[in-house]
């Protein structure tokens, strides 16, 4: 066990819908990523929080949108869903120090999006 | 583009064979490197990590990677490879040491018992 909580573990959904994906970090870390994995693209970098501030940007879509709330925890947010979207969404979280990232994270188990 | 490039997507090998898997990076400047293994149904978790100093690292399950600077490289092995080792391998870059950590594609490591 990482730690690191991640609901809901499967979704499925028809295109155009949006959905949530809802992250707990370990307890002790202000930092969250998201990634998203598929079998074409392997792990891809989403975005990055900190504390509630967005730190860092991958390759994230303008269709989906993210956010960390003050008790740490964050949503992805992902809408006008396409079939491409079907994928393993992961979050992590990061081990920091003097308030800088190690680039250790500790992995969620994975949300499972599958779009109809 | 900056990536991460790992060479082997797919590899099988024998039980008690040696194991090296290539990893490439082409970030400039001070990284630190990662390799995590994700087992099968599990989520992904750290192998091993280089912030600095000797560039021969040694993470769990007696897997090691050596940084060869001049190279770009991170590449990680295991000199008798277990059944157990069946898995996937990423390569992670954590480039400048700012907030992105960006991982290569990924190697299936299949271990035939």
């Known amino acids: 066990d990482s730690g690191v909580t991640q609901t809901p573990k499967h979704l499925i959904t028809a295109t155009g819908q949006r959905v949530t994906l809802r992250c707990s970090p370990r307890s002790g870390d202000l930092s969250v990523y998201w990634y998203q994995q598929s079998l074409d693209q392997g792990l891809q970098f989403l975005i990055q929080?900190?504390?509630?501030?967005?730190?860092a940007k991958g390759n994230i879509l303008e269709r989906f949108s993210a956010q960390q709330f003050p008790d740490l925890h964050s949503e992805l947010n992902l809408s006008s869903l396409e079939l491409g979207d079907s994928a393993l969404y992961f979050c992590?979280?990061?081990?920091?120090?003097?308030?800088?990232?190690?680039?250790?994270?500790?992995f969620g188990e994975g949300s499972r999006l599958t779009v109809l | 583009a900056q990536s991460v490039s790992q060479h082997n997507h797919h590899v099988i090998l024998s039980e008690a064979a040696s194991l090296e898997l290539g990893c490439n990076y082409s970030?400039?400047?001070?990284?630190?490197l990662f390799w995590y293994v994700q087992y099968p149904g599990q989520h992904l978790q750290l192998l091993l990590k280089y912030f600095s100093g000797d560039p021969l690292v040694k993470g769990i399950k007696g897997f090691e990677a050596e940084f060869i600077k001049s190279k770009f490289s991170f590449n990680l092995r295991k000199p008798s490879v277990q059944w157990s080792d069946t898995a996937e391998y990423f390569c992670a870059v954590n480039p400048n040491r700012d907030d992105k950590i960006i991982f290569g594609k990924g190697t299936r490591l299949h271990i035939l018992p």
């Open positions: 970030y400039g400047g001070t990284v630190n």
């Open positions: 992590a979280s990061s081990v920091s120090v003097l308030g800088r990232n190690t680039g250790e994270l500790f």
């Open positions: 929080y900190y504390n509630g501030e967005e730190r």
